[in-house]
């Protein structure tokens, strides 16, 4: 069975950081770009940065762009996201997703996805 499983999620006050992690389990990420989407109390599910299969392609929606990372270690099958410089409008749930192999990041959302993760929440706040 194919799975993505999100951590490092919890409460962090406005300019502060986490790291999220994406783990798969059943597959091997090698093969699929992989992207962070989030979504917010209350609005629709938007994306957030998107890696190729190699690592050498990331793009970042412009809300996060020069306070992410997103990065890979596919020795451990697994993505993250750094996120720094936290803001209260970065609270959401982010999931990861895993894009089908023939496919890619287009800008920064993952097509064809294949495997999403059951999310893990972001609360910023004072």
């Known amino acids: 069975q194919l799975q993505l499983v999100e951590s490092g999620g919890g409460l962090v006050q406005p300019g502060g950081s986490l790291r999220l992690s994406c783990a798969a389990s059943g597959f091997t990420l090698d093969y699929y770009a992989i992207g962070w989407f989030r979504q917010a109390p209350g609005k629709e599910r938007e994306g957030v940065s998107c890696?190729?299969?190699?690592?050498?392609?990331?793009n970042y929606a412009d809300s996060v762009k020069g306070r992410f990372t997103i990065s890979r270690d596919n020795s451990k099958n697994t993505v993250y996201l750094q996120m720094n410089s936290l803001q209260p409008e970065d609270t959401a749930v982010y999931y990861c997703?895993?894009?089908?192999?023939?496919?890619?990041?287009?800008?920064?959302?993952?097509?064809?996805?294949?495997?999403w993760g059951q999310g893990t929440l972001v609360t910023v706040s004072s």
């Open positions: 890696i190729s299969a190699s690592g050498s392609g990331t």
């Open positions: 997703a895993a894009a089908d192999p023939s496919a890619g990041c287009s800008g920064y959302v993952p097509n064809g996805l294949v495997v």
